[in-house]
């Protein structure tokens, strides 16, 4: 007649076993993450987006107590100046990277941001025209935002939350009283700018 061994309890997990299953969760977490930055472009660019927040906070006090024209030229030469900032921000850490910019996802990144931004161009014109100015501040930042949501889906996962935020606004300021405007856009392309920028400059790496 066999022997019965009796069941041993093991109360306490195989110190090798965790250390097992930790790395292979290390393993898979890195092959995830390489996968999903080998589809995507990585030069966002943290500071840029920092000084086009900057650019914007002073527009905003320059065109405060503005119309017309005058408050228009005011925001267009300052998108203006945020657009070279973010451009040669982009270039400058995609050449550090060593990452193309028009081939691949940086490719798609600026084919699928550019409709939404043209689209507001012509939009201005036509309202400019027709006087209905106050709309522009709501058009500007819902209309980015579906450019950086586009372009995004290129890129990290934060910039596609960070214009869901621009859309989300943009559609506070089109409720809101015109008056509110300048202020909404101040918060907008300043404040979305500066915070998103500061979290993708740390964890991005500039």
């Known amino acids: 007649m066999s022997t019965v061994h009796p069941l041993r309890r093991r109360d306490r997990p195989d110190p090798d076993s965790v250390a097992l299953h930790d790395r292979a969760i290390d393993n898979i977490r890195y092959i995830r993450e390489t996968i999903e930055r080998a589809?995507?472009?990585?030069?966002?660019?943290?500071?840029g987006f920092v000084g086009m927040g900057?650019?914007?906070?002073?527009?905003?006090?320059v065109a405060n107590g503005r119309t017309g024209g005058p408050w228009l030229?005011?925001?267009?030469?300052?998108?203006?100046?945020?657009?070279?900032?973010?451009?040669?921000?982009?270039?400058?850490?995609?050449r550090r990277a060593g990452l193309?910019?028009?081939?691949?996802?940086?490719?798609?990144?600026?084919?699928s941001f550019a409709p939404p931004v043209l689209?507001?161009?012509?939009?201005?014109?036509?309202?400019?025209?027709?006087?209905?100015?106050?709309?522009?501040?709501?058009l500007w930042l819902a209309l980015y935002g579906t450019g950086v949501i586009a372009g995004g889906?290129?890129?990290?996962?934060?910039?596609?939350?960070?214009?869901?935020?621009?859309?989300?606004?943009?559609?506070?300021?089109?409720?809101?009283?015109?008056?509110?405007g300048d202020a909404l856009m101040v918060l907008g392309f300043g404040g979305l700018h500066l915070a998103f920028g500061l979290i993708i400059a740390r964890r991005y790496g500039g």
């Open 73 to 94: 030229l005011t925001w267009a030469g300052a998108g203006l100046v945020a657009a070279v900032i973010g451009v040669a921000s982009i270039v400058r850490k995609a």
């Open 119 to 138: 689209v507001a161009a012509l939009l201005s014109a036509v309202l400019f025209g027709r006087g209905q100015i106050d709309l522009l501040p709501g």
């Open 153 to 180: 889906t290129f890129s990290v996962r934060i910039v596609p939350v960070m214009g869901m935020f621009f859309v989300l606004l943009g559609a506070t300021a089109l409720a809101l009283p015109p008056t509110l």
């Open 100 to 111: 193309p910019i028009l081939r691949g996802p940086g490719r798609k990144l600026a084919l």
């Open 39 to 47: 589809g995507a472009f990585t030069a966002v660019p943290g500071w």
């Open 54 to 61: 900057l650019v914007a906070v002073l527009a905003g006090v």
